[in-house]
């Protein structure tokens, strides 16, 4: 079983900045992609980053964005905590939502997260942590 649990979220803003936390425990999976995904009042959850785990691999750290976030956004892994972080800078109102970390294993010959914001291929999810931007 693996936990997730995201921290960092708050009010700020717009043009502002926040970072969001995600760290995992319990049981080591590699590879994995870990992904943040959020969700809107009366929206549907949507992917906004991910993050290829693959130790010992030229592929290890391949990230994906959400083309909304290009540019502003970005997501890093720390192994040393196995902490995966989301950077959010020049947020705008429309980036709030509920941010959810979630992670997808993948099969030993997986070298991407090509379909990377499909939430059916996530099997562990956070409880989320809420960001509000204001105008």
């Known amino acids: 079983q693996v936990q997730l649990v995201e921290s960092g979220g708050g009010s700020v803003q717009a043009g502002g900045s926040l970072q969001l936390s995600c760290a995992a425990s319990g049981y080591t999976v590699n590879p994995s992609c870990i992904a943040w995904f959020r969700q809107g009042p009366g929206t549907e959850r949507e992917g906004v980053a991910s993050i290829l785990r693959r130790d010992h691999s030229q592929y290890d750290g391949n990230r994906y964005y959400d083309q909304s976030v290009q540019g502003r956004f970005r997501i890093s892994r720390d192994s040393a905590t196995n902490t995966v972080i989301l950077q959010m800078n020049n947020l705008k109102p429309e980036d709030t939502a509920m941010y959810y970390c979630?992670?997808?294993?993948?099969?030993?010959?997986?070298?991407?997260?090509?379909?990377?914001?499909?939430?059916?291929?996530?099997?562990?999810w956070g409880q989320g942590t809420q960001v509000t931007v204001s105008s």
């Open positions: 979630a992670l997808a294993p993948r099969d030993s010959y997986s070298y991407s997260c090509g379909s990377w914001a499909n939430t059916r291929d996530y099997v562990f």
